[in-house]
């Protein structure tokens, strides 16, 4: 099997420093391949880019209106997020809804993902919760589900409670893959993650932005989703952070997630498009990069300071920066809108 091409390289002075290979693709909702580099049927970990697929069931459970959930409270159940008070406040009050307390959250603690808010924590002499896990808005939205169909909360994560259940079957018919039998294991909050080729990661994403393609009973879901993350932006990953940020800049024209070990998604639905991308060496960095590069060839326009990220030193001097490689892309245009 041939190497992926390289995708990104990190450049330090004059000469290219090391080189990031990986594999990315284009897929419209309708099911057709666009574009793609690399091997784009390799099995992927989603990761945490599959979060809107673990948050979908619930919503069309009826359990976001049932609980009042807010947009704000939607979009942290698809969220990574910073653990910064606006995300641990928002993960409490939506327990509070369930009448449920911060231990029935099972995926786990560790200190937030920013630095200033790690510092605060520290410095009110406080130790993270559950709260302060960057999943811990997915998991408020995993048990919504499991209290409002009456099932046991306790053990949501594990792989054959009905909660994760219904997010197989949801990610089966939305992604048009086939899990049983594929590799499985415990993401880093425990909830159950399966691999899929990459393209149908991109094909699902394609139809959460086009949810007429989605099966009837996720449609209406998935807009109210979707309405929820692009408006609430800060609130899937936070301060300072690629997805939020750049969600921010194209407003309602797409929705981007990070997933761990250098996935990436979005879903553009004024393309009826969905993209994803793998970095082999598992670089966050580098899959900004690549998504960026896609990004702006297909004319939604990132700020040119995303197009080569600097380096810098503690000194804060410039010592390089993250560029694209152009001939990985070169065969990328812009594709025509939705008329």
């Known amino acids: 099997m041939s190497a992926n091409p390289v995708l990104v390289e990190v450049v330090r002075g004059d000469a290219v420093e090391s080189t990031h290979r990986g594999r990315a693709v284009i897929v419209r909702s309708s099911g057709e391949t666009l574009w793609s580099v690399g091997d784009v049927n390799t099995l992927t970990y989603p ?43 928002t993960a409490l009050t939506m327990l ?53 169909m009456g099932w046991e909360t306790r053990g949501y994560i594990e792989v054959d409670h009905p909660v994760q259940v219904a997010i197989r079957e949801c990610i089966e018919s939305c992604c048009d893959t086939r899990l049983e039998g594929m590799p499985i294991a415990p993401d880093g909050c425990s909830v159950p993650t399966w691999a899929m080729p990459l393209k149908n990661l991109a094909l699902g994403f394609a139809r959460f932005g086009d949810p007429d393609q989605l099966p009837a009973m996720y449609q209406q879901a998935a ?36 997933g761990a070990e250098g996935v990436y998604i979005a879903a553009i639905p004024e393309l009826n498009a969905g993209i994803a991308v793998k970095m082999d060496t598992g670089s ?56």
């Open 223 to 258: 807009m109210q989703l979707y309405d929820a993350v692009v408006s609430e932006p800060m609130m899937v990953a936070g301060t300072g952070r690629y997805c939020s940020e750049v969600m921010a800049e194209l407003k309602d024209r797409a929705f981007l997630k990070v």
């Open 284 to 339: 966050a960095p580098a899959a900004e990069t690549a998504l960026t590069a896609i990004l702006n060839r297909l004319g939604l326009p990132v700020s040119e300071m995303r197009r080569a990220p600097e380096i810098r030193n503690w000194n804060q001097r410039l010592t390089g920066h993250w560029r694209a490689v152009d001939d990985s892309f070169s065969s990328l245009s812009p594709l025509p809108r939705r008329g």
């Open 47 to 89: 990761r945490s880019s599959i979060k809107a697929f673990q948050a979908l069931p619930m919503v069309a459970s009826g359990a976001a209106k049932a609980f009042g959930f807010t947009p704000a409270e939607l979009a942290l159940t698809c969220a990574s997020h910073n653990g910064e008070a606006m995300h641990t406040e």
């Open 96 to 148: 509070a809804k369930l009448n449920l307390d911060e231990p029935a959250l099972e995926c786990g603690q560790h200190w937030p993902m920013q630095q200033q808010a790690l510092v605060d924590l520290a410095w009110q002499q406080q130790t993270p919760g559950a709260r302060h896990n960057n999943c811990s808005g997915k998991h408020a939205g995993m048990l919504a589900l499991a209290q409002h």
